[in-house]
């Protein structure tokens, strides 16, 4: 009787993996809707960049019939924030002791070059071993520079980022992190 | 023979129609990328938010196999000039005498407002009568405020707007103008 206990195990780890997923991006999505409504800040996700295959007209508008996923050259979430653009990057792993640089695309890493160069506010927000990170790009370049190692360990966090508390509202208070960082302390 | 003649005429109307649509997102995408080239700001068009209905998964990916498009409420382009916030939406009307605001999505108006209660430059480029206009949110706004018209008039954007210069490159030099009004004169 193998067959019903590998089911539920495989249904199991697949549904774990994907309500991780779902959940990391969703709290930060309920915690920007906070922000929004708070009129503390205007922080988007960025709609997912598709090229379009073939679109019909129906009787209830043009309905996209085929398209495909592109790899983005920019950061997921955009926006203002005391007066400042600010860009960054939700990524988490499952990897409880690195992270896999290969989870940023080359074109990112240059667009966070970038952003630096024009006096933006640039970070990413990593999940890994159940704590998120916020990871300024300046770090994030600074690892990258004086490593040649295709992960960043966990240890790096630790002495590089800046811890997320989880709260109630917003689920991930990460500026309240962002004050601390780039205005000197609270609003 | 009157077939070939309709057909013809058909054909023309909608090349044009299409092509005028395309022609101006294709100057302003020429100019951004103009400007990203020489490291002179970075603006990015948005992609145009879809609902995912149907997803396959095929030997070359993810393939999207229905959905449909949403309705904006933040503007298309967004990015960083001058260490600043700046967003813009791009319309254009085949009416000379008068700009249809039914255009601008009500959720985009508020929007404008709140980039502008947290310091971010917004504008729109509105190309009419031939002519490419920069008109300052704040400038549409106030007309919305003390007009009940459902449209701007061509001379609204005479006094009120900024008359973009079409040159080679980039080809609508927007920023020429944003530099004037926001940052009082040349970069």
Known sequence: MQYP?????????MINYGNRGMNFEYLINLSNTFYLEKDHALIYKKPTPIGIVDVSYTEK????QQAYFKSPSTLDYNGLYRGKYVEFEAKETKNKSSFPISNIHPHQLEHVKKVLQHHGIVFFLILINHHTFLLPGECLLKFLKS???KSIPYSYFLENGYLIKEKIDPPLDYL???DEIYFGGMK
């Open 176 to 178: 309240m992190v962002v």
């Open 5 to 13: 206990s590998q089911i539920k195990k495989k249904n199991h780890t």
């Open 61 to 64: 508008g043009k309905v996209i």
């Open 147 to 149: 490593h040649q190692r």
